[in-house]
T-cell receptor, first 110, second 116 residues
Framework: DAKTTQPPSMDCAEGRAANLPCNHS???????VYWYRQIHSQGPQYIIH???NNETNEMASLIITEDRKSSTLILPHATLRDTAVYYC???????????FGQGTRLTINP | GAVVSQHPSWVICKSGTSVKIECRSL??????MFWYRQFPKQSLMLMAT?????????EQGVEKDKFLINHASLTLSTLTVTSAHPEDSSFYIC????????????FGQGTRLTVV
C-alpha cells in the first residue's frame, strides 16, 4: 500500500474551515484515499473516501489533485468537537491490510 | 453506518493471567478483521489480520503465541493476550472490513488493558 505524509499538528479557529493536507505521491491507479479521525481513547471514525473525483458528505469534503498525489480534507465549519487526530490512508479496494500513518492532530480553538 | 462492537471497553488484570477481547460486526459479515495496538500519543500499530476460517497473519515482531487470534465466524474475532505482563498494557482496537461496491473499515470502541 502507498504511504502517506501528513503534518503532525494543525490549529484552526472554531467556525472556520479546517483544511488538512495529505501527500500520497506513490499512490497507484486502483488505490483509494480514505480519511478517518480518532477522538481521544475511542476507535477511529470513518469520514470520507474517494478515488479521483472530489467527494462531499455531511461531515466533510475531499479534494483530490488531478495527479492524485495529494489530497485535502476540508471541514467547512470546524467546531470544538472536531478536535481529533485525522488519518489519511490509501488502500486498494478489497485490500487485506489497513495501515495507519502518524496522522495530523487537529486542535480547534475557541 | 455499520457498527462494530468491541468488548470489554476496559479491563484490569493481574500479571500472568490471560485476557480475551471480543470484536463483533453487528450488521454485516466480515471475512477480514484487523487488530491494532496503540500507545499514548502514537498511531495505531497493526498487529495482525484475522481471516475467518483460517490462521491470522501477524505483523513482524508480534508474537503469535502471545496474542492469540480466533476468527471463528463471519461476525466475531477474538484476541487473547496470554500470560499478560505490565508491558502489554495498552489500548487495543479491532476493525472489521465490509467489502462490496465500496470497501470500508469500521472500528470498535477500543479496549484499554491494564496489567498490574
Amino acid at each position: 500500500d502507498a504511504k502517506t505524509t501528513q503534518p503532525p499538528s494543525m490549529d484552526c479557529a472554531e467556525g472556520r474551515a479546517a483544511n488538512l493536507p495529505c501527500n500520497h505521491s506513490t499512490i497507484s491507479g486502483n488505490e483509494y484515499v480514505y480519511w478517518y479521525r480518532q477522538i481521544h481513547s475511542q476507535g477511529p471514525q470513518y469520514i470520507i473516501h474517494g478515488l479521483k473525483n472530489n467527494e462531499t458528505n455531511e461531515m466533510a469534503s475531499l479534494i483530490i489533485t488531478e495527479d492524485r498525489k495529494s489530497s485535502t480534507l476540508i471541514l467547512p465549519h470546524a467546531t470544538l468537537r472536531d478536535t481529533a487526530v485525522y488519518y489519511c490512508i490509501v488502500i486498494i479496494q478489497g485490500a487485506q491490510k489497513l495501515v495507519f500513518g502518524q496522522g495530523t492532530r487537529l486542535t480547534i480553538n475557541p | 453506518g455499520a457498527v462494530v462492537s468491541q468488548h470489554p471497553s476496559w479491563v484490569i488484570c493481574k500479571s500472568g493471567t490471560s485476557v480475551k477481547i471480543e470484536c463483533r460486526s453487528l450488521d454485516f459479515q466480515a471475512t477480514t478483521m484487523f487488530w491494532y495496538r496503540q500507545f499514548p500519543k502514537q498511531s495505531l500499530m497493526l498487529m495482525a489480520t484475522s481471516n475467518e476460517g483460517s490462521k491470522a497473519t501477524y505483523e513482524q515482531g508480534v508474537e503469535k503465541d502471545k496474542f492469540l487470534i480466533n476468527h471463528a465466524s463471519l461476525t466475531l474475532s477474538t484476541l487473547t493476550v496470554t500470560s499478560a505482563h505490565p508491558e502489554d498494557s495498552s489500548f487495543y482496537i479491532c476493525s472489521a472490513l465490509r467489502t462490496g461496491a465500496n470497501t470500508e473499515a469500521f472500528f470498535g470502541q477500543g479496549t484499554r488493558l491494564t496489567v498490574v
